[in-house]
Structures are given as C-alpha cells and as structure tokens.
C-alpha cells in the first residue's frame, strides 16, 4: 500500500529483474528464492507475482551480463589508451583472477574504473597459464591493442608470463628500464619454481601453450609492477636486514617484538585472555598478518596507543614477560621511523593514486629516512633506504614514471633533482610535441586537442610548460 491508501503493482517481468538484480548486487546465492523467509517476504510485498525458479533467475542474470558486455565492449571500442591490474587469489579452497581496467572517459575527463573479470583459475599458476588466461581475458573485451600496461605484483610467476613472451617491441622501447624484473617468492610457488623463473626458456615452447588466436605477436602487454606490494617488500624483506647489520638493533628488536607478538597470539587465541586484555584497555591487541607488513606497525601501534602502565598490567595478568622501559622507548622509535612508510603505502594503495605518484612518493620517504639520527633505529631506516635503493632504482630513472610525476600539477618538476630538471623538461616538451603531431596527423591541430586526453588540472600544466619555461 502507498502513503495514500492505494495499491502499488508490478508487473511479474519488473519483479523478476529486481529479484535478479538483488542477487548480483548483494551476491546473494540464486537458492534464495527457495527459503522460508524470502518467500514469506515477497508474498507480503508483491502477493500478486509468482516467485521465479532458480533457472529462471540464472537466464535472467547471464541474459543481463550478455546485455551489458555488449555495451561496455561498444563503450571500450572508442577508448584509445588503457590500463589493466591483474591478480591471483584463494579462497574457499578455490583459485580466482580479477582483472580491472582504468582509462579517461573522454567526455567527463574522469577516470573510470571497470572490474573487467573475475574468473575461477583452474590450473596450476605456472607463468604460461596466467598469460594465456590474462590474454583471453583482454581478447574478449577487444582492448589487447589499446592497454598501456598491465599492473600486477611481484609474484615470480606474474613476472615470468610476461618476461618468457615476446612483447611487442615498440611498446617494450616505452617502458625502457622501469620494467625489470626483481623475482619474489609467490604464495602459489615453492622454492622450485621460484628458481625456475630466473632461467631461460625457449620462446616456441611458451608460445605453443597459448592462445592459437594470437597472431598479431604481441602476447602480453608491456608489464608494471605494483608500487604499494613493491614497497611492502621493503619494510618485510629489506628491513630485516637490520638485524643483520647491527647486534645492537637485533637484540631491542627481537626482544620488543616477541613481546607484542605475544600479546596479540595470547587474546587472539583465548576469548578468556580477550575479555581480561578489553577490562583493563577498552579495547584488544591486533595480530600481525605475514601477507601484509602494515599490519606489524598497526600491532605496535596498539601498544604504544595503550601505554605503558596499561600493558604491563595486562602482561601480569596473562603471566607474560612485562616492557621495559628500553623495550616501550624502542617501539616508540619504531613507530617513528616505519610512519612515513605507512604513510607512502596509503598514498599509493588508494583511489587517486596514479603511475605519477610513485617517484614523488619515493623521493619524499628517501629524505626522511635519510634524516632519523636516533641511533636505536638508524640500523633500520638505513636498511630501508638501501631497499627502496634496490627496488625503486630503475622507477626512479625512468623517464616515463617522471614524465607522469610532471603532468600531476603538485609535482610539476620540482620533487626532481636540479641537475636532472633540464632534460625532463626538454623530454616533457617533446613529449607533448609528439602526441600534438598525432592528434594534428588525425584531424585535430590545436594544443586543446591534446587537453582532451588530460583532466583539466593537467592541461594548466600542459600550457605552462608551453608558454612560460620553453626551454633554451
């Protein structure tokens, strides 16, 4: 009944795509139409419709997507540059990759995000299964030609689908030394196969396990890595080497750490130990994960937020070895050195981080690190940089990294170094020169037609380096 007392209808077709659209949106399962009390619901709210079957619901569903891959395949047809993240997951014992794709509508100038694909991965994730998946994943959708790149992780086996193929060569040129290769233990890979990526293999046996479609020579498009999973390995792997190189660091480290691990193992495991923890605190103590680093800094920053005489009360009262003052001052310090990093990661995990943002990123953690004097953690902010060093060598000289860093208007030029300031200017301009000259060869011969690629931020950048710092 409506507000005015009178009956509202609905067709049985309006009905059944609702139901339809219900499943997909929540991700409900289609055996909900089978239950008591979604049964019950719809005869109270629509008593003159029949509620459809589950075979019902399921052509109703793949004649929806069949419907709106059409339309979204038409919608990518007129796109000309994108990018594609892939990934590789577990869960239920069930294996899945989720491919997105991200590119400028050229109407609103906004960046549009699609989750392109999420399909079951049935096979072992060997290095020439992913690329034969990932490349039937982008033939479907007809966008193989227009990606840019394709960013994933550091997993070995990632790396190796797209370093065993033959890429296009010209695309290749373009992403010159930012893409080598820094292998990574996987969770899908032993130690066997791990070795196995950093050999050589024969291209015409790579090449025979794909797609017989694939013709045009170009397998896989030119390949990134993640910039957050890379820096994760920095603070999980590199920073470890501190302990390597000062005993004095090992010995504070290891003996803070074990007590913060044991909190969290001992509330995390017993609901007794977790009721007592929230009695005195208010609250509980986290356990770090080994998939992702930030979780350790979010632990001992639980610590430290609690405070020390609070701890200490909780560590009697679960008969655990107590802080010391030396171990709570060394968290302290810790958490100083690792914030900036955290910091780094949220800005380049999240929704508004571009390729551009990376250099920057990087630069501006590099000087703080650079300059902790605190000579019980300087161990492990020198490891840090040494990794960033390693990992992030071959992005920072890059010119197509800082070539996006200049078009991001809070960049411009300045997070570069004055002597290299020069020659990215010169690069940027003939750059832009470059895709002027393509849009003029297709009809289009004004530097607005250039803007039209661009967010209106960067096309301000754009005209400036045109009109005021024209290099001599």
């Not at 239950?35 to 052509?59: E, N």
């Not at 694939?214 to 890379?230: A, F, I, Q, W």
């Not at 910091?343 to 703080?368: C, W």
């Not at 895709?435 to 009809?443: C, D, I, R, Y």
């Amino acid at each position: 009944m409506s507000s005015a007392g009178k009956s509202v209808s609905i067709s049985q077709k309006k009905f059944n795509d609702a139901i339809a659209e219900m499943l997909v949106e929540d991700m409900e399962p289609v055996a909900i139409v089978e239950r008591t009390g979604f049964t019950k619901f719809c005869k109270i709210v629509a008593p003159y419709c029949d509620i459809p079957s589950r075979k019902t619901l399921v052509r109703i569903i793949e004649s929806s997507y069949a419907s709106s891959k059409s339309q979204l395949v038409e919608t990518l047809s007129n796109i000309k540059w994108m990018s594609a993240t892939a990934d590789i997951w577990s869960a239920h014992k069930r294996a899945f990759m989720g491919v997105t794709l991200h590119y400028v509508d050229p109407q609103s100038l906004k960046i549009q995000s699609i989750a392109l694909a999420c399909r079951r991965f049935r096979d072992s994730h060997t290095a020439e299964a992913i690329a034969k998946m990932l490349r039937k994943i982008l033939d479907e959708f007809a966008v193989t030609d227009n990606i840019v790149n394709v960013v994933t992780d550091n997993a070995a086996n990632f790396a190796k689908a797209f370093t065993l193929v033959e890429v296009d060569t010209q695309m290749q040129a373009q992403i010159g030394a930012g893409s080598e290769m820094v292998n990574e233990p996987s969770e899908y890979e032993d130690a066997a196969d791990v070795d196995e990526a950093c050999s050589l293999a024969d291209v015409a046996d790579v090449l025979q396990g794909l797609d017989d479609e694939c013709e045009d020579g170009l397998v896989l498009p030119p390949h990134k890595r993640c910039g957050n999973h890379t820096l994760n390995l920095v603070t999980s792997v590199d920073a470890l080497n501190a302990r390597r190189d000062s005993i004095q660091y090992k010995r504070l480290y290891d003996r803070a750490m074990a007590k913060v691990v044991a909190l969290s193992t001992a509330v995390s495991r017993s609901p007794k130990n977790a009721d007592l923890v929230e009695e005195v605190t208010g609250s509980t103590f986290l356990k770090p994960t080994v998939t992702r680093w930030c979780s350790d800094f979010y632990a001992v920053e639980r610590v430290v937020d609690i405070g020390f005489e609070k701890v200490k009360e909780c560590q009697r009262k679960l008969d655990q070895a107590t802080f010391s003052e030396s171990d709570f001052s060394f968290l302290q310090a810790y958490m100083r050195v690792m914030k900036p990093v955290v910091s780094a990661m949220d800005i380049l995990q999240s929704e508004n981080s571009y390729i551009g943002h990376v250099v920057p990123t990087i630069f501006g953690l590099q000087r703080k690190l650079t300059a902790v004097s605190d000579r019980s953690v300087k161990p492990l902010a020198e490891a840090l940089v040494r990794g960033l060093e390693a990992r992030f060598g071959s992005v920072i000289e890059s010119d197509e990294y800082c070539l996006a860093s200049a078009l991001i208007p809070q960049f411009k030029l300045n997070f570069l170094p004055e002597e290299r300031k020069p020659t990215m200017k010169r690069k940027l301009l003939a750059y832009i020169e470059d895709v002027l000259a393509e849009q003029t060869a297709s009809g289009m011969s004004s530097l607005v037609s250039f803007c039209l690629v661009l967010s209106a931020e960067r096309c301000v950048i754009i005209i400036f380096f045109f009109y005021q710092i024209q290099p001599h």
